[in-house]
């Protein structure tokens, strides 16, 4: 059984917003950092936003800074990844993450990983 399920991934025109969401099976979402990492061909993965409900913390890229916004259900147990004014460079395979606090939004410290969603942005 998958610990994290991502979706919403589809493909819009630049400008346009998408919700991306993750589903966490076992593990309390508002007790872990939870991030959304992305990952474009060719391109390293990057850590996009990160939220750490318990610890009232938020992590975001510059890239992404004032257009994406993380949240979380506490009820559903699920991560959310709003995602506005989108570019083409803002195209990739969006992942959610798990890591026990303390949070380090750094990919390697991350224990559980979704299996991703994909995001494609035309102009």
């Known amino acids: 059984q998958d610990q994290l399920v991502e979706s919403g991934g589809d493909s819009v025109q630049a400008g346009g917003s998408l919700r991306l969401s993750c589903a966490a099976s076992?593990?309390?979402?508002?007790?872990?950092?939870m991030a959304w990492f992305r990952q474009a061909p060719g391109k390293e993965r990057e850590a996009v936003a990160g939220?750490?409900?318990?610890?009232?913390?938020?992590y975001y890229a510059d890239s992404v800074q004032g257009r994406f916004t993380a949240s979380e259900d506490s009820p559903k147990n699920t991560m959310y990844l709003q995602l506005n004014s989108l570019k083409p460079e803002d195209s990739a395979m969006y992942y959610c993450?798990?890591?026990?606090?303390?949070?380090?939004?750094?990919?390697?410290?991350?224990?559980?990983w979704g299996r991703g969603t994909q995001v494609t942005v035309s102009s």
């Open positions: 993450a798990a890591k026990f606090p303390p949070c380090n939004w750094s990919a390697p410290e991350f224990t559980y």
């Open positions: 076992t593990l309390t979402v508002s007790y872990w950092c």
């Open positions: 939220i750490y409900t318990v610890g009232g913390s938020t």
